[in-house]
């Protein structure tokens, strides 16, 4: 059946209400129609007692209605029809009773009282008034008809053979108003049960919605939650817990804490109720490790019991990686503007200096022991000079001209000014992309980037190594990846600083050039073991920068 909830109780309590009513009514007929007839076949035997026989008949009749009326019971979707049709059989059934046992005499006209009593149980309070009123009319009817004579008599029944008029205006008077009065007495108390029940059942329903939208917010929040015993063992793990984690409920259900989340080797509920922002390290896999931020709190139940300690917490790996690089961003804005003004400041008399010195070198009087320090000096002045353009580039990145270029094609003519320029002669370098791959970028921009990680890639390969480039135009990545050494985990968050250089005569300005060119764009690099044992450089674009698809797969050596 569809409806609301409290729709539904009503529709099952008023089927379980009906049964109870047939099953009760058939053991009233039984108990007081056996007891007459019994009455009865103690004055007359059966073949005289007609009123022993009808009141039999009767009877079975009324255990043949009942099977009926319960099958019928069983098949019903609504029950007003039902109910009015067993509302008029108990009244036709009743005022025969009355009548096969002494019309105003009779001892069974409180079974109306029965009957309008049955009526409230089911019916509004008008309903009820109106069972009331039918009851009355019909049994002053029966009453009146009894007066003049009008019913039959037949051999062994009960009806006295003289009746006052004033006995049956007595008795009229007297049922009519026990009728009413039952009515609504009946009708008042069965409509404050009904409404009391119906809010009661709706309380519980609240209850039973309250519990199962907690159990789906449990399911489907994005937090995972667990539930940790007095004990310290896992009582409660839900699906975000088990997504961040790989541990599946029936794995960790029941096991001390300490046994998941190592970090909790001394469990004490104390100390960890009220911790509101804690983090704590878990080690998912031999190569993936998470940072998880917590907080715990006591958990009670509606009675107020203690049901235990409620951890939640949420994986912070990717969070704690984007704070990092925001920090990086920070420190790379403050050198920037720190080498901007040092540029300024240095490069007029550094260009001072090495004229100076240049002019110097022009006198026939310098010894040749100076004309050598001279050298040198114009030299590293050449030398600081070109750092300072480096830090002015890094200062003050031009803005970006972006174009639709072939990446592919760029990478090509890269790669054959590298082999060209003798640098790396032992060197293999594999091209794997598709040809042409078309982005929009900063043509100028994204030419020094690859250049800077190509030439950082071969002086890693050499003397005999190999390099290899790859494009995956899906994801807008591009990969350089080489088979040296390598760079230790503790190096690669403070790769891309400036200053920073694994190099004997780096500056460490050409890494953190190459991280502010791929920002500019909105992209992210980052660097991970490769595949041929040594770095593995991504550069990751993003969506606005990426173009139209390529044709074919380039698959090729050069040495």
């Given at each position: 059946?569809?409806?609301?909830?409290?729709q539904?109780y009503?529709?099952?309590?008023?089927?379980r209400l009906?049964?109870?009513?047939?099953?009760?009514?058939?053991?009233?007929?039984?108990?007081?129609?056996?007891?007459?007839?019994f009455?009865?076949l103690?004055?007359?035997?059966?073949?005289?007692?007609?009123?022993?026989?009808?009141?039999?008949?009767?009877?079975?009749?009324?255990?043949?209605?009942?099977?009926?009326?319960?099958?019928?019971?069983?098949?019903?979707?609504?029950?007003?029809?039902?109910?009015?049709?067993?509302?008029?059989?108990?009244?036709?059934?009743?005022?025969?009773?009355?009548?096969?046992?002494g019309?105003?005499?009779?001892?069974?006209?409180?079974?109306?009282?029965?009957?309008?009593?049955?009526?409230?149980?089911?019916?509004?309070r008008?309903?009820?008034l109106?069972?009331a009123?039918?009851?009355?009319?019909?049994?002053?009817?029966?009453l009146?008809?009894q007066?003049?004579?009008?019913?039959?008599?037949?051999?062994?029944q009960?009806?006295?053979?003289?009746?006052?008029h004033?006995?049956?205006?007595?008795?009229?008077f007297?049922?009519?108003?026990?009728?009413?009065?039952?009515a609504l007495?009946?009708?008042?108390?069965?409509?404050?049960?009904?409404?009391?029940?119906?809010?009661?059942e709706?309380?519980?329903i609240d209850?039973?919605?309250l519990?199962?939208?907690?159990?789906s917010?449990?399911?489907?929040?994005?937090?995972g939650l667990?539930?940790?015993?007095?004990?310290?063992?896992i009582?409660?793990?839900?699906?975000?817990?088990?997504?961040?984690?790989?541990?599946?409920?029936?794995e960790?259900y029941?096991?001390?804490?300490?046994?998941i989340?190592?970090?909790?080797?001394t469990?004490?509920p104390?100390?960890?109720?009220?911790?509101?922002?804690?983090e704590?390290y878990f080690?998912?896999?031999?190569e993936?490790?998470?940072t998880?931020?917590?907080?715990?709190?006591?958990?009670?139940?509606?009675?107020?019991?203690?049901?235990?300690?409620?951890?939640?917490?949420?994986?912070?790996?990717?969070?704690?990686?984007?704070?990092?690089?925001l920090?990086?961003?920070?420190?790379?804005?403050?050198?920037?503007?720190?080498a901007?003004?040092?540029?300024?400041?240095?490069?007029?008399?550094?260009?001072?200096?090495?004229?100076?010195?240049?002019?110097?070198?022009?006198?026939e009087?310098?010894?040749d022991?100076?004309r050598?320090?001279?050298?040198?000096?114009?030299?590293?002045?050449?030398?600081?000079?070109?750092l300072?353009?480096?830090?002015?580039v890094?200062?003050?990145?031009?803005?970006?001209?972006?174009?639709t270029?072939?990446?592919?094609?760029?990478?090509?003519?890269l790669?054959?000014?590298?082999v060209?320029?003798?640098?790396?002669?032992?060197?293999v370098?594999?091209?794997?992309?598709?040809?042409?791959?078309?982005?929009?970028?900063?043509?100028?921009?994204?030419?020094?980037v690859l250049?800077?990680?190509?030439?950082?890639?071969?002086?890693?390969?050499?003397?005999?190594?190999?390099?290899?480039?790859?494009?995956?135009?899906?994801k807008g990545?591009?990969?350089?990846?080489?088979?040296?050494?390598?760079?230790a985990?503790?190096?690669?968050?403070?790769?891309f600083?400036?200053?920073?250089?694994t190099?004997?005569?780096g500056?460490?300005?050409?890494?953190?050039?190459?991280?502010?060119?791929?920002?500019?764009?909105h992209?992210?690099?980052?660097?991970?073991?490769?595949?041929?044992?040594?770095?593995?450089?991504?550069?990751?674009?993003?969506?606005?920068?990426?173009?139209?698809q390529?044709?074919g797969?380039?698959?090729?050596?050069?040495?």
């Amino acid at each position: 059946m569809a409806g609301t909830p409290v729709q539904k109780y009503i529709y099952n309590a008023s089927r379980r209400l009906l049964s109870w009513y047939l099953a009760i009514r058939l053991v009233v007929v039984c108990f007081f129609l056996g007891g007459t007839i019994f009455y009865q076949l103690q004055q007359n035997s059966w073949v005289e007692s007609s009123v022993a026989r009808y009141l039999s008949y009767l009877t079975l009749l009324t255990v043949l209605q009942t099977v009926i009326s319960g099958n019928v019971l069983t098949r019903l979707r609504r029950y007003r029809h039902f109910i009015n049709a067993q509302l008029c059989w108990d009244l036709f059934f009743v005022v025969l009773v009355i009548y096969l046992t002494g019309g105003v005499d009779s001892l069974y006209s409180f079974l109306f009282i029965l009957v309008i009593i049955a009526a409230s149980a089911f019916c509004p309070r008008p309903q009820v008034l109106v069972v009331a009123s039918a009851s009355s009319i019909l049994y002053g009817s029966l009453l009146d008809l009894q007066y003049y004579g009008y019913l039959p008599i037949f051999n062994g029944q009960m009806l006295p053979k003289e009746t006052h008029h004033y006995d049956v205006f007595y008795a009229v008077f007297l049922h009519v108003g026990a009728f009413f009065l039952t009515a609504l007495l009946s009708g008042t108390l069965a409509e404050r049960l009904r409404r009391s029940e119906e809010a009661r059942e709706k309380r519980e329903i609240d209850y039973g919605e309250l519990e199962r939208l907690n159990q789906s917010i449990l399911t489907n929040i994005n937090s995972g939650l667990m539930v940790i015993n007095a004990d310290g063992r896992i009582r409660s793990f839900n699906n975000a817990a088990s997504r961040i984690t790989g541990c599946h409920l029936e794995e960790v259900y029941n096991r001390p804490i300490e046994a998941i989340f190592p970090e909790f080797d001394t469990f004490d509920p104390e100390a960890l109720d009220g911790i509101e922002r804690g983090e704590l390290y878990f080690c998912k896999s031999a190569e993936e490790v998470l940072t998880l931020g917590y907080s715990a709190s006591q958990v009670v139940d509606r009675n107020k019991d203690n049901l235990g300690l409620l951890i939640a917490f949420q994986d912070l790996t990717e969070f704690k990686a984007l704070e990092e690089q925001l920090k990086r961003t920070d420190r790379l804005a403050a050198v920037g503007r720190l080498a901007s003004g040092l540029a300024h400041e240095i490069r007029n008399p550094l260009a001072s200096i090495s004229g100076s010195v240049q002019l110097l070198l022009e006198d026939e009087k310098v010894s040749d022991e100076d004309r050598q320090l001279m050298r040198i000096v114009v030299k590293e002045a050449d030398r600081l000079s070109l750092l300072l353009s480096d830090f002015l580039v890094f200062a003050r990145p031009a803005p970006l001209q972006v174009e639709t270029i072939d990446i592919a094609l760029l990478l090509d003519e890269l790669i054959a000014l590298l082999v060209a320029s003798g640098q790396f002669p032992g060197v293999v370098i594999d091209k794997a992309y598709q040809r042409p791959v078309l982005m929009n970028v900063d043509p100028q921009k994204m030419h020094q980037v690859l250049w800077d990680l190509l030439i950082n890639a071969g002086e890693a390969a050499r003397p005999e190594g190999k390099i290899r480039v790859g494009i995956d135009e899906a994801k807008g990545e591009i990969i350089i990846e080489d088979t040296g050494s390598g760079i230790a985990k503790e190096d690669r968050d403070k790769l891309f600083e400036p200053f920073f250089t694994t190099k004997e005569r780096g500056t460490g300005l050409g890494l953190a050039n190459v991280y502010a060119n791929i920002e500019a764009h909105h992209g992210r690099i980052y660097v991970e073991p490769g595949s041929l044992g040594g770095a593995q450089f991504i550069i990751e674009l993003p969506d606005e920068c990426r173009g139209g698809q390529g044709r074919g797969m380039q698959d090729e050596k050069i040495i």
